[in-house]
């Protein structure tokens, strides 16, 4: 089984995290991200455009596995299948802010 991933704090109130979500031809392939930290005030004044995955249906509880600096997150279902969706099977999908594992 996987280390379990440690959240550290943010270096600042001014910073947020978003994860950058790793290809994978094969759909049903573990996901696998890495977390990176933005200044709110920088993305739009430096070109970094990140989108957002918020919800609320569903579990709220992690079941499913996410492996970050290839250590384990549990995310909820609802989370998983989204991540499934937008993971493209060649290219980095870059800079998403999902609640479930960037708070």
Not at 3 to 22: D, M, N
Not at 38 to 52: R, S, W
Not at 55 to 84: M, V, W
Request: with cysteine.
């Amino acid at each position: 089984m996987a280390e379990k991933y440690t959240y550290h704090p943010l270096s600042s109130a001014r910073r947020t995290r978003v994860i950058i979500l790793q290809p994978n031809p094969n759909r049903n392939a573990d996901l696998r991200c890495t977390l990176v930290e933005l200044l709110f005030d920088a993305p739009a004044a430096e070109g970094l455009v990140y989108n957002a995955l918020s919800y609320k249906q569903g579990a709220n509880t992690g079941t499913r596995p996410l492996f970050c600096h290839d250590k384990l997150i549990l995310i909820p279902p609802n989370c998983e299948s989204a991540l499934r969706h937008l993971r493209h099977p060649r290219k980095v999908v870059a800079l998403l802010w999902v609640d479930a594992i960037c708070i």
